[in-house]
């Protein structure tokens, strides 16, 4: 999702530094802050005691305390209360560890479907004040499904086309990495170069949120492309969807990553939020440098459906020495909504 925005900074490189559902009640008491109703069992989140909301919230440590008892509240016919960005990341979390984790053979592939939206960005040389100019338009969504090596050394394959069409698709290999070697070209047959076996999901990354935590926070941002100048916050924030992105088979990975996120200062919750396919969604958002980047999550389930990012100025992609046209406040510049994920026999056959 960040090869534009990478694009981008490359042609302004000179500029200056600038299981299922939780229980009805539960969800009834985190959307609307509501007491909890007497009853003889008592369901707790996943590090969350069941203490006031209002205070789990405040993203102090899990409290065991149980809230005071006290009879609903008469309906007033208000409009339901937003709920915090650490209880729909908890929730998120106690979603996803749910259910047994899926394992893969070596000889075995990742299959991820995703639907995928960015921009295109089209040169327009320099104004009169010498800066460089792009103008950018929005890319259509593109259906993709990728089989991906569990151990990195067999050849997998990509395929995508034009989201809901009945377009040819689009074949691109992915070759394995076996005895320190891989054909990274197709025209150049027999050429092959030195390389290290790529895992379709990384069994480095950590499964303790502080660990995970570190993990996001760490100083180098080099290919991941987040550019020097973005706040640590938000370079922290935007890392966790392209963990959660390469971990959709570890689910005490994704677990983490959202443990992680809940401590991150700043987010906020966007309710009626859809992702690029339309499916609607709870996301959780965090804005910096004119760009909102949020993760959304089914409302009912609180599963993870993918990241939207959106401008909210209409100059967040420009810099000193690069000018950007075509967006507007509200314009989306990366969205990825993720469909399905499974282990599969073969690259190219559908699990």
Known sequence: MTNDLMLLRELGEDRGPGAGAPPADLRRRVLTGAPRRHRPAVWRLAGLGAAAVAVALAG??????????????????????????????????????????????????????YVQAGIRIHNQGRDDAGHRVVRVTPAPPRSVE?????????????????????????????????????????????????????????????????????????????????GGNVPADQRAFRRATEVLRVSLLRPQVQAAVFEAVSTVPGTTVRTGARDVTGRPGVAVTRVAEGIRDELLFDPSSYAYLGANSTVVTATALSSADLRVTGLRPGDAIAREAILSAAVADTAGRRP
């Open 146 to 226: 990728e089989w991906r090596s569990v151990d990195g050394k067999h050849d997998g394959v990509s395929r995508s086309r034009e989201y809901s069409s009945s377009q040819e698709w689009v074949r691109v290999p992915v070759p394995g990495c076996r005895n320190g070697r891989w054909a990274p070209t197709l025209d150049r047959p027999g050429h092959t170069e030195s390389c290290t076996p790529q895992p379709a999901s990384r069994p480095d990354l950590p499964t303790d949120p502080a660990a995970m935590r570190r993990y996001l926070y760490r100083a180098e941002a080099g290919s991941e492309g987040f």
């Open 60 to 113: 102090s440590q899990a409290l065991n305390t149980p809230a005071p008892v006290v009879p609903d509240p008469p309906s007033t016919g208000a409009v339901a209360a937003k709920p915090e960005a650490a209880v729909v990341l908890r929730l998120a979390a106690q979603h996803v560890t749910a259910a047994p984790a899926p394992t893969g053979r070596a000889d075995q592939f990742v299959f991820v479907a």
